[in-house]
């Protein structure tokens, strides 16, 4: 069963950047796409983007294209998140989730997540 | 990008009550509906894929139904653990969309 351990809650300024780590244990990590997801207080789930590691391929949500890169490291196994530009509405907890399945299709099924990242942003 | 709509959004139940929470997209997404739960300060946790394959360790008082536009979710027996958020997301197309979520709350 994999495990999704990711870094600990960040402060960030408007306009500056946070990287967010996702580290992954016990399963395979190259052939399962990484998706991130976040939530806003008290608001619903919103899908950023995903990355299958064995080939280094992300695709992004619209909203999110041009402020967000999505990576892997396979020798780590850990995912990153990277978004830029940071507003007061990107405040919100950030998660990772891999796919149920492995390969990269068109379905997305997340059958583990991470524990979630408080990204906060305030000047 | 597909629209997900759950109702209700919110609803107070007691625990044994029987529970619908029902999910339209703005499409047809065939069966590719997952439902998850969240509970407070916890990530979402998988309960049903392909709008009704029950995820193992999931309780069989936990159902799913439902093609092309409409699903639903059903508890058959709330218990205590069952209050919670639950979203529905489609797995048609990317991106992926979720619902906006049920709140199931104790009466």
């Known amino acids: 069963q994999v495990q999704l351990v990711q870094s600990g809650a960040e402060v960030k300024k408007p306009g500056s950047s946070v990287k967010v780590s996702c580290k992954a244990s016990?399963?395979?990590?190259?052939?399962?796409?990484i998706s991130w997801v976040r939530q806003a207080p008290g608001q619903g789930l919103e899908w950023m983007g995903r990355?299958?590691?064995?080939?280094?391929?992300?695709d992004y949500a619209q909203q999110f294209q041009g402020r967000v890169t999505i990576t892997a490291d396979e020798s780590t196994s850990t995912a990153y998140m990277e978004l830029s530009n940071l507003g007061s509405e990107d405040t919100a907890v950030y998660y990772c989730?891999?796919?149920?399945?492995?390969?990269?299709?068109?379905?997305?099924?997340?059958?583990?997540w991470g524990q979630g990242t408080l990204v906060s942003v305030s000047s | 990008d597909i629209q997900m709509t759950q109702s209700p959004s919110s609803l107070s139940a007691s625990v044994g009550d029987r529970l619908t929470i029902t999910c339209r997209a703005s499409?047809?997404?065939?069966?590719?509906l997952n439902w998850y739960q969240q509970k407070p300060g916890k990530a979402p946790n998988l309960l049903i894929s392909?709008?009704?394959s029950l995820q193992s360790g999931v309780p069989s008082r936990f159902s799913g139904s439902g093609s092309g536009t409409d699903f639903t979710l059903t508890i058959s027996s709330l218990q205590p653990e069952d209050f919670a958020t639950y979203y529905c997301?489609?797995?048609?197309?990317?991106?992926?969309?979720f619902g906006g979520g049920t709140k199931v709350e104790i009466k």
């Open positions: 499409q047809s997404i065939r069966s590719n």
């Open positions: 990355i299958i590691p064995i080939f280094g391929t992300a």
């Open positions: 016990g399963g395979t990590f190259s052939s399962y796409t």
């Open positions: 392909v709008a009704s």
């Open positions: 997301q489609q797995s048609y197309t990317i991106p992926p969309t």
């Open positions: 989730a891999r796919d149920l399945v492995s390969g990269m299709t068109t379905v997305v099924t997340l059958g583990s």
